[in-house]
């Protein structure tokens, strides 16, 4: 039985086998208390050594970090702290863990932690993250199951660049430096693997799209990639992301969609994450004590999920919260770094502005500057509301993390969106397959893109995206 | 709503839209009848467009392919086939499908449609598939939900070899033959994005463990890839596999999840799954028409998975199935293309023999000779029921597919795991966050892989499994 469980009964001295690992041993006259936890829920099983019960030998291997199984009774415990205590009349220890164990009880700076990864998910905080991250990739399925999308895993090798973007990595088995050349002195990839030259994704969407203009309504969950040379607190080269496609919706669509969704995964991991949620937001409240009174947060991090969870998002265009900045308080006293105009790519400063100061909750920005978005936006009528051309797009903004989910429709008219092709500078023939969803049956669609890692930073309330996924990769990291 | 929900509707003449893409268009004198699915279910929602109703301009723009929305009055059905049809009173056309549209309402081949994956979900049979496959992903994440498994998502790019296998794909960011040299002339890979040479993984399973050492109870269901020239009906470059990973579980605990849960998920695609699987089985069924009567299957597909659900699975281990092969016809007979001794890798004809011939049901092979099995796997205590050295690995065969699943106990003493590690080559230094998990706290755990593509092989019936994924990635194949 796992402690999860264990904690649950009802304790009436019947026989029970608790195993685990040794989080701490403490020893009194005559008897000794071992806090034992098997990651299946934040609280460890205490049980009680009496006197003489367990042979000194065995005691001695029993150290913080051993792997132990207690064969007892289930008592209700006369400590506080816990409800039922095991009293032992056996102990297996299955290994041992001596002085040079890593993990010993005291506080390891999350620096430390990221390079023990292969043992920090036995630690309260990791645990917790990593029982959240969970529950958090199970309501996406669930949400979507529920609602009658259908998962479609979109290939990870891909021949192709969803993004028009660059910066992704080259998968091959050529040897390095020993690439075959054509007549002409190019690299010859039609003798790789593949045939052709291939990376990983960037983004599933283009695939997504397929599947929904035939099953209507798809989500993929999968790892993207990004080469990118960004060693920030925000950034991994391999995460994870979330992107629904739906045909027949339109950009409103797509924003109740992005709403509903978020706020239904939030309020799953109120529910099912009580016991680890409580243990971070104390871990915060502790951590923000070290900064000065103006940097805490205003609200706990319960507070901050229930507040996403129970609030509208507002909704605005580009074009308006362009107006907001302009006239805001930071912008007439030129406290931005990037002076706001109609046409610029938000800032960081900008979003945080709009979400944190003015409006205080999640933003979601639409009708974007054609120039600033993918080309597979579906162009906006011009309808004079803004100074330029717009696209159906979507970001929704979220408090302390930015951009977490960016959508848009997509164009579905094949003349616009060859066009665009063209102008970005994509060569068709890499994605005919693409092209020709618009001449073969097209359909007004949309869909979004979230990134799960930028969600559970938001749910755990953790301040470092490679703190929230088991084996981060970034710029010259790769262990594990 | 979609048409699935419209065909659960109580027709009474209440307003309705459906949308979805035209199957099929007849007409009669005065009448002209529209199938219209849209990927929601296998079966189609029928307009009936009464004469005069709708435009000559729009009815000729309906053809096979084109996307379009009817609005009109849901009534019971006269005709035969449906229970409820659609009275058209308008229709708008999204998308137009010319002539040129390669989805023509005629048998296509499944080598035309591969070419074809873009457009392939508009068929019946992928629609079937790729809904079918859909069930059975959510079935795996709702089946180790509900028994306390913690998803976890480890890395796609890694620097280790978890088979110790070789075939891998290399990923990097130098530009092909312009990687730069270190001093010994050698490729100097802290000069790469990741400080270090770097590949696909080919299984999640060593970093599955040091979460399971953790968190008791872990899963992972991702990506992973083989750069195996294999141009064959059962092998893909990238694939998605499911590896289940459990402290404290022995061999048999291992047996007992692998038969459990590959039960559960056929189990949940035969209730959720009715229709299409109905479909398939009737297509297979067709299929086997243009058999000869020997090579034809002796239960229907949906007996097939009754019967491996109601069934249990046999369990020998590996020293026993060579005996049985040896006293077996095939063998007396010299029909083996391989001979049988102990000590061999078994081939696909003696494995198909014992599921197929022998015991006419699945069957886990357990307690393989050393030799043939990996360094991770646990040592058999010499016990003399085997001629030689064993491990404790067992491998699920299905009838059909083969090995469906291969799994063990994992080493967890340091010295024999070490020992192993340099007996097989791999440098320890590689892996020291794997070999460290055997020094702090090793426990007993155990786990296995499931290949998710073969099982939905297995389950639809199909026989290609570029068939059973959206988009197959294979040599020479990586189109869309």
Same mark, same amino acid.
């Given at each position: 039985?796992?402690?999860?469980?264990?904690?649950?009964?009802?304790?009436?001295?019947?026989?029970?086998?608790?195993?685990?690992?040794?989080?701490?041993?403490?020893?009194?006259?005559?008897?000794?208390?071992?806090?034992?936890?098997?990651?299946?829920?934040?609280?460890?099983?205490?049980?009680?050594?009496?006197?003489?019960?367990?042979?000194? !030998?065995?005691?001695?291997?029993?150290?913080?970090?051993?792997?132990?199984?207690?064969?007892?009774?289930?008592?209700?415990?006369?400590?506080?702290?816990?409800?039922?205590?095991?009293?032992?009349?056996?102990?297996?220890?299955?290994?041992?863990?001596?002085?040079?164990?890593?993990?010993?009880?005291?506080?390891?700076?999350?620096?430390?932690?990221?390079?023990?990864?292969?043992?920090?998910?036995?630690?309260?905080?990791?645990?917790?993250?990593?029982?959240?991250?969970?529950?958090?990739?199970?309501?996406?399925?669930?949400?979507?199951?529920?609602?009658?999308?259908?998962?479609?895993?979109?290939?990870?090798?891909?021949?192709?660049?969803?993004?028009?973007?660059?910066?992704?990595?080259?998968?091959?088995?050529?040897?390095?430096?020993?690439?075959?050349?054509?007549?002409?002195?190019?690299?010859?990839?039609?003798? #790789?693997?593949?045939?052709?030259?291939?990376?990983?994704?960037?983004?599933?969407?283009?695939?997504?799209?397929?599947?929904?203009?035939?099953?209507?309504?798809?989500?993929?969950?999968?790892?993207?990639?990004?080469?990118?040379?960004?060693?920030?607190?925000?950034?991994?080269?391999?995460?994870?992301?979330?992107?629904?496609?739906?045909?027949?919706?339109?950009?409103?669509?797509?924003?109740?969609?992005?709403?509903?969704?978020?706020?239904?995964?939030?309020?799953?991991?109120?529910?099912?994450?009580? #016991?680890?949620?409580?243990?971070?937001?104390?871990?915060?409240?502790?951590?923000?004590?070290?900064?000065?009174?103006? #940097?805490?947060?205003?609200?706990?991090?319960? !507070?901050?999920?229930?507040?996403?969870?129970?609030?509208?998002?507002?909704?605005?265009?580009?074009?308006?919260?362009?107006?907001?900045?302009?006239?805001?308080?930071?912008?007439?006293?030129?406290?931005?770094?990037?002076?706001?105009?109609?046409?610029? #790519?938000?800032?960081?400063?900008?979003?945080?502005?709009?979400?944190?100061?003015?409006?205080?909750?999640?933003?979601?920005?639409?009708?974007?500057?054609?120039?600033?978005?993918?080309?597979?936006?579906?162009?906006?009528?011009?309808?004079?509301?803004?100074?330029?051309?717009?696209?159906?797009?979507?970001?929704?903004?979220?408090?302390?993390?930015?951009?977490?989910?960016?959508?848009?429709?997509?164009?579905?008219?094949?003349?616009?969106?060859?066009?665009?092709?063209?102008?970005?500078?994509?060569?068709?023939?890499?994605?005919?397959?693409?092209?020709?969803?618009?001449?073969?049956?097209?359909?007004?669609?949309?869909?979004?893109?979230?990134?799960?890692?930028?969600?559970?930073?938001?749910?755990?309330?953790?301040?470092?995206?490679?703190?929230?996924?088991?084996?981060?990769?970034?710029?010259?990291?790769?262990?594990?």
């Amino acid at each position: 039985m796992q402690v999860k469980e264990i904690l649950l009964q009802k304790p009436d001295g019947q026989d029970i086998v608790a195993k685990g690992w040794v989080r701490t041993k403490r020893g009194q006259a005559n008897i000794v208390f071992i806090n034992i936890n098997d990651g299946s829920t934040i609280s460890n099983i205490q049980a009680v050594v009496e006197d003489g019960v367990i042979s000194e !030998d065995i005691l001695k291997k029993i150290t913080t970090g051993a792997c132990i199984a207690v064969t007892g009774k289930l008592v209700a415990s006369a400590g506080a702290g816990q409800s039922v205590e095991i009293i032992a009349s056996e102990i297996e220890v299955y290994g041992i863990a001596d002085e040079t164990f890593p993990m010993q009880p005291k506080k390891h700076s999350l620096e430390f932690l990221r390079e023990k990864a292969h043992l920090r998910f036995r630690t309260n905080t990791f645990g917790a993250i990593f029982r959240i991250r969970h529950a958090l990739a199970f309501a996406v399925h669930k949400y979507y199951n529920d609602n009658g999308f259908f998962y479609l895993h979109t290939p990870i090798i891909t021949a192709s660049d969803a993004e028009g973007a660059g910066e992704m990595f080259r998968v091959s088995t050529f040897e390095a430096n020993k690439a075959p050349l054509a007549e002409d002195g190019s690299i010859d990839y039609t003798q #790789d693997f593949f045939g052709r030259e291939t990376s990983l994704t960037v983004s599933g969407q283009l695939e997504g799209e397929l599947g929904a203009l035939a099953l209507s309504k798809i989500y993929t969950f999968g790892p993207t990639f990004r080469a990118e040379n960004s060693n920030t607190t925000r950034h991994l080269a391999e995460f994870w992301m979330i992107e629904p496609e739906v045909a027949f919706y339109e950009l409103e669509d797509n924003m109740n969609l992005a709403e509903d969704f978020v706020k239904y995964v939030i309020k799953y991991a109120l529910e099912n994450c009580a #016991d680890d949620l409580a243990f971070l937001e104390k871990r915060l409240l502790e951590e923000e004590k070290s900064k000065p009174q103006n #940097d805490r947060s205003e609200l706990s991090l319960l !507070d901050k999920l229930k507040f996403v969870v129970e609030n509208d998002f507002e909704r605005i265009t580009y074009t308006e919260a362009v107006e907001i900045l302009i006239r805001s308080k930071p912008a007439q006293k030129k406290q931005f770094q990037y002076e706001v105009a109609w046409g610029i #790519d938000l800032q960081s400063e900008h979003e945080r502005y709009l979400v944190e100061k003015h409006f205080k909750k999640p933003v979601i920005l639409t009708n974007y500057p054609k120039d600033i978005k993918a080309f597979y936006m579906k162009q906006d009528d011009d309808n004079g509301a803004a100074p330029g051309p717009t696209v159906r797009a979507m970001d929704v903004l979220f408090p302390g993390i930015g951009e977490i989910i960016g959508g848009s429709q997509r164009e579905d008219n094949y003349e616009k969106l060859l066009k665009r092709v063209e102008e970005v500078g994509i060569d068709p023939e890499n994605i005919w397959w693409y092209l020709e969803t618009r001449k073969f049956g097209s359909a007004p669609h949309s869909g979004f893109g979230l990134g799960f890692e930028r969600l559970v930073l938001f749910v755990t309330g953790m301040g470092n995206i490679r703190d929230v996924i088991p084996f981060p990769r970034a710029p010259k990291t790769a262990e594990f």
